[in-house]
């Protein structure tokens, strides 16, 4: 990442940061920009590419039985009669105006659909890393720079979680929490209990993950000079963890949460399949198989924007909490 | 007493602890790693029934001693699925990441070497990969080109090759300027020698856990696809595709889900504790 | 420097600072149990007096693309229509045509004109009244172009226009005669909606179509579920109704739940009162559950099967296509992968279709031995090297096309067709692509089986699937509907004749013939017929299908929760 040597200038350090994430933050947007603009041509001509004729696609599939008139009509509604550079630039033309289309599949703009099938993906998402941060907080802290058998238990359960497919663990705890036990419902997505099982079929593993990365730096972290020091001044052992341990060690942990909420968007596709949720992954996933253009683009895009928004915010956050940039002592 | 800060990276320095691990692990491990190439290679020495063989009468059978792991909705013996569909899975994960890395490689050493243009091009580049949260990528990549094993393994290596390319470049960065390739440099060697024997093998040594790690990483990623329908379609005892065909059953017949996805948890997991291992036995910190 | 004394204080820190956390994790555990708990079984009195109140919630698998049953045409609409659709005539368990929304009607000589005399009494949800302008304008809608209806349009080709005589009315002119036209009517997929409502444009009406039926349309919550309420005016129900005035439920909630294991579970818990397409896996689980009912109907038409297509090799010798057909054992895979729960289908007519004849329900038994003397004769004699037969150097080698979105378990009865047929020599190889590849491949005739299957409620669907006039490709697109390409002039004749007249044992003994060529020409594998199978939780009774369509029929059901 950037260095930043404020030692060097002592007036207004903090002015001086928040204009530098200040310009970070500008110059990462315009980047964003440019990697949408890019996403909705390469998803275009990708599903242009496919073969078959769209325009079946959009009557409804292979039970009808669509005459001449009834094909020509939907060929000419939808624009798909004209060459292939001319869809593109009156694609784009539209695309910055907002207009995303309407849905092959669904009949409705596209706009509309991501609004409705947004939230729910966004909620399972965060709700999703704010349930592995929390146990990768909790399972690493309390037990890193322990006793042996502590550090290894818990070595191994981040191992071995890290290494459960989220679609496997989500089909098992399915069968047991919702099918077995009937402690959950097995399937929508309204109230929070609906959100409990895809949660944490997708946050256990996320969790494994992360925490091994948080626990390696937090052992490095501890056995630094300067962790001695504080130990040295009295502070008490969960003020040493917590307040100056901490800090450092979750920096890998802070880099990996973008790509983490990559993975969690990866994994919601799966996920919502398996617990019949509402929301983009299951949308993203009938979209394609629809060969539904305007929807599959549209989700993209809006994906690639929450990822390209999560990556900066991440970025970020990086430089705010690593406190090797700030200039005052905490 | 002002609190000191760190000016310099974290040392590589750990106190002689041991490590939290335990020894048995890794000859777990690198056992378990073994038999599966052994059962990718030769899959009659574990199984002895036809994977494709279908036994109307026989479906649905618990597991028993005659069939391990039961059988399935057609009366095939699952165990023999698994260890057939070793072969498929370890093949997609090697070559997928084969794949992955051989385009991180190059995107990787252009980025670090190639003057800060050609590296902001390459970020850029990368950047929109990255802005397709990886199974998309794969999703739509199928979509094109059709399911089957091909597609899947082009799909998940590219899925996993802008992390490694990040990476890849992160280490070229950090490694170019070190002394001995000054020194090499200083000797007049030629660029390409030194970037082959010198930088790459440099830079590529601490990712090579993560390469051990990212098979385990694309096989699961393989059998996500098949999972949705669009890697290896039935009847091919690919993992994710059993565990696809199963799952309507989770709740007459566990265990067509369970042992698959059993074996592809085992797999990452060996992958994994072999992979630190070899690290630290690269790194030289175990005795 | 100081020994890490502190690591020697750590039991007693960590012992505090765990304390600390224990007691907010176990009070979390302790009420999502309790709440966990304290759902799902309670006792409910049943009565066999209907309950005026409730909400119904129901679980079906598709949701449909727009709810609007003339648009395009899929089951998933005509269930959702049948709620708030009403039709002009109806049809009984028998197969008889009685009033609905027209009393009585009229048929010309010519079978070209027919009359209706519609009820003075029913008016739509929206306030519009129901006249024979409605009726006009409901009959133009399907059979415009930009309606883009597959299903109805399809059904009224003969259609040309109607004559409003006046508000009670409306007399509809045929192109050609027309025996099944009261058949088609009495389908919901034909249901009369608002002329108000049609008016507006078709992406408005599919979200919110308005009809005359017990119960109207509030909200569609995509991907989740549709939301009806009563309507308080109903007064019009048929004479296949169990009762006549407003519908007992205030309120249903239909809701789609894709996954089959995820929907049993849902209505096991009682969190859902009624699931359709309950899937066979759980039929045993169902019936040992004291809970829960079950009504299974067969649906009418052409049943589940894989349509051999006999105008390329190896399909076009008829040799070839019955030894295919007596070579798969349908009845092996029926009892594993459906479970023994569905019947096999002979014939090219389901049993639930009127005039089905039951003398071709054993013309496909299984029967290697016949096939393989079938393909002997045929020529196929040689063996390769891999076992399967081949003539000239050429293999025997089949190509079924499946599109994506076909259920595993349909993938799987196949995949066992595949093993058996292998065993009498054929190498059948099945193609699974997206759905729209796969009606490419079906417009180019590349293949040599496509899956199919036909729900309606007349024997006129032979016509549809056999008739030569359907081979050609009903539009730009390329789709035929006769998949099998068979063109055949006597059964052509049959067919018109027994559109032609109105006679019923005259249809019968037409399309007995009718049945009796498809059948022996081997046109066909045909695996099981079609079915609606609803599982019904304890709180729910009065549930129906109603007979042309087997359509899940809820204005006479009741709830006691």
Not at chain 1, 82 to 95: D, H, I, S
Not at chain 1, 123 to 130: D, G, K, N, Y
Not at chain 2, 75 to 103: C, E, H, K, N, P
Not at chain 2, 147 to 154: D, K, M, R
Request: aromatic letters at 10%.
């Amino acid at each position: 990442m950037t260095s930043a040597s404020l030692s060097s200038e002592r007036p207004n350090p903090r002015r001086e940061r928040l204009q530098q994430l200040g310009r970070r933050a500008l110059w990462r947007l315009a980047g964003g920009i440019l990697v949408l603009w890019a996403v909705a041509t390469l998803t275009f001509f990708a599903l242009r590419l496919m073969p078959g004729d769209p325009v079946l696609a959009i009557l409804g599939g292979p039970s009808g039985n669509p005459t001449a008139e009834t094909i020509a009509e939907a060929t000419r509604e939808y624009g798909l009669d004209k060459p292939l550079p001319v869809q593109y630039a009156l694609y784009l033309g539209r695309l910055v105006q907002g207009d995303l289309g309407v849905s092959y599949s669904q009949h409705q703009p596209v706009t509309r659909v991501l609004a409705e099938q947004s939230w729910p993906t966004l909620e399972l998402t965060f709700t999703s890393l704010a349930l592995a941060w929390v146990l990768v907080l909790a399972l690493t802290v309390l037990t890193a720079g322990r006793r042996r058998w502590v550090g290894t238990l818990a070595s191994l359960a981040e191992t071995l979680s890290a290494a459960l497919p989220h679609f496997w663990l989500g089909i098992l705890l399915l069968a047991v929490f919702a099918f077995g036990l009937r402690l959950f419902p097995p399937a929508g997505s309204d109230g929070w209990r609906t959100l409990v099982l895809p949660s944490f079929a997708l946050a256990i593993p996320l969790a494994g993950f992360i925490a091994q990365v948080t626990r390696e730096s937090l052992d490095l972290t501890l056995d630094q000079p300067f962790v001695l020091t504080a130990r040295t001044r009295g502070l008490s052992d969960f003020k040493v963890r917590f307040k100056h341990a901490l800090r450092h060690a979750v920096l890998p942990g802070i880099s990996l949460s973008g790509w983490a909420i990559g993975a969690l968007i990866s994994g919601a596709v799966v996920i919502e399949v398996i617990f019949s949720r509402k929301g983009l992954g299951r949308q993203l996933f009938q979209a394609v198989q629809a060969q539904d253009l305007p929807l599959t683009i549209g989700i993209s895009l809006v994906v690639a924007a929450g990822y390209v928004l999560a990556n900066i915010l991440v970025d970020l956050l990086y430089l705010w909490v690593d406190p090797r940039q700030q200039g005052n002592a905490s | 007493m002002s609190e000191l800060t760190l000016d310099t990276p974290l040392p590589a320095i750990r106190v002689q602890r041991t490590a939290n691990k335990v020894r048995l692990g890794p000859v777990l491990a690198v056992t378990f790693l073994f038999l599966l190439i052994i059962a990718a290679i030769a899959p009659q020495l574990f199984a002895h029934s036809d994977p494709l063989g279908i036994v109307p009468r026989d479906a649905f059978h618990p597991p028993s001693w005659e069939h391990w792991f039961g059988t399935d909705q057609s009366g095939r013996d699952i165990f023999s699925r698994v260890i057939y569909g070793t072969r498929q899975s370890l093949f997609i994960g090697l070559a997928a990441t084969a794949i992955a890395m051989s385009i991180a490689i190059v995107l990787g050493l252009l980025g670090g070497l190639g003057g800060v243009r050609i590296d902001r091009g390459v970020g850029w580049l990368l950047e929109v990969l990255f802005a397709f949260p990886s199974l998309i990528l794969a999703l739509l990549f199928v979509a094109i080109f059709g399911s089957g094993i091909g597609p899947l393994i082009v799909a998940t290596g590219l899925g996993g090759a802008p992390g490694y390319a990040r990476m890849v470049r992160g280490q070229v960065l950090a490694v170019r300027n070190a002394g001995y390739i000054e020194s090499a440099k200083a000797l007049g060697h030629p660029p390409l020698r030194i970037i082959t024997r010198q930088l790459l093998p440099n830079a590529m040594r601490p990712l090579i856990v993560t390469l051990t790690m990212g098979v385990g990483q694309a096989i699961v990623w393989a059998s996500a696809l098949s999972f949705l329908g669009l890697g290896a379609r039935p009847p091919a005892p690919e993992w994710g595709t059993m565990l696809s065909m199963g799952r309507d059953f989770i709740a007459n017949a566990w265990w067509l889900t369970f042992f698959p996805g059993l074996f592809i948890v085992l797999t990452t997991l060996s992958t994994t504790v072999a992979g630190r291992y070899l690290q630290q036995r690269l790194e030289g910190r175990l005795s | 420097m100081r020994e890490p004394a502190p690591y020697l204080r750590l039991p007693g820190i960590r012992s505090r600072s765990l304390l600390k956390t224990t007691p907010i994790v176990g009070i979390a555990a302790l009420c999502s149990l309790l709440v966990g708990c304290g759902q799902g079984t309670s006792t409910v009195a049943r009565s066999d007096k209907p309950v005026s109140g409730g909400t119904l919630v129901y679980a079906t698998d598709r949701e449909p693309t727009c709810l609007d049953p003339h648009v395009a045409g899929d089951m998933p609409q005509v269930f959702v229509g049948q709620q708030y659709l009403d039709s002009l005539v109806s049809m009984d368990a028998e197969g008889r045509i009685g009033p609905w929304l027209a009393k009585r009607w009229e048929v010309s000589a010519d079978g070209l004109t027919y009359t209706f005399h519609l009820r003075n009494d029913v008016h739509f949800t929206d306030g519009t009244p129901f006249n024979a302008a409605a009726v006009k304008a409901n009959l133009d809608h399907m059979a415009n172009p930009k309606t883009q209806s597959s299903t109805a349009g399809g059904y009224i080709r003969q259609y040309r226009s109607t004559d409003v005589i006046d508000d009670d009315t409306a007399v509809v002119h045929l192109a050609t005669p027309y025996a099944a036209f009261l058949e088609v009517l009495a389908q919901g997929f034909l249901g009369i909606e608002s002329p108000t409502a049609l008016q507006r444009p078709r992406d408005t009406n599919c979200e919110s179509p308005v009809g005359s039926g017990p119960f109207k349309i509030v909200r569609w919550d995509r991907q989740s579920q549709v939301e009806l309420v009563r309507n308080p005016d109903y007064n019009w129900a048929p004479p296949t109704a169990k009762h006549q005035g407003p519908a007992w439920l205030d309120r249903i909630v239909w809701k789609f739940i894709q996954e089959p294991s995820v929907r049993f579970a849902s209505l096991q818990a009682g969190e859902v009162d009624v699931i359709e397409a309950l899937p066979p896996e759980s039929h045993e689980a169902a019936r040992r559950n004291p809970d829960l009912q079950l009504i299974i109907a067969q649906r009418p038409g052409n049943p589940t099967n894989g349509t051999l297509n006999v105008t390329r090799a190896p399909f076009d010798d008829i040799k070839v296509r019955e030894a295919f057909v007596r070579s798969a054992d349908i009845d092996g895979a029926l009892k594993s992968v459906y479970f023994n729960e569905f019947p096999r289908a002979g014939g090219p007519l389901s049993p639930a279709t009127r005039f089905y004849s039951p003398d071709f329900q054993h013309a496909q038994d299984y029967d290697p031995a016949k096939a393989a003397q079938l393909l002997d004769q045929a020529g196929w004699s040689e063996r390769d090297s891999d076992g399967y037969r081949s003539k000239n150097g050429k293999r025997l080698q089949v190509h079924v096309v499946m599109g994506n979105r076909t259920p595993p378990s349909e993938y799987t009865l196949w995949e066992q067709v595949q093993a058996t047929t292998r065993q009498a020599g054929f190498e059948l190889i099945i193609d699974q692509m997206s759905d729209v590849q796969a009606t490419k491949r079906q417009a180019d005739w590349d293949y040599d089986i496509r899956l199919g299957y036909w729900n309606t409620n007349t024997a006129d669907v032979l016509r549809i699937i056999f008739g030569s006039e359907f081979i050609r490709p009903a539009g730009v697109g390329g789709y035929h509907q006769n998949t099998a390409g068979f063109s055949d002039a006597a059964f052509d004749s049959l067919i018109q004749q027994a559109l032609a007249t109105q006679d019923a044992e005259q249809r019968r003994a037409l399309y007995f013939k009718a049945q009796q060529i498809a059948s022996s020409q081997y046109l066909q594998l045909t695996t099981y017929p079609q079915s609606t199978r609803l599982g019904i939780y304890k709180t729910t009774q009065g549930v129906r299908l109603e007979p042309s369509l087997a359509v899940t029929y809820l204005y006479d059901a009741w709830v006691n929760k």
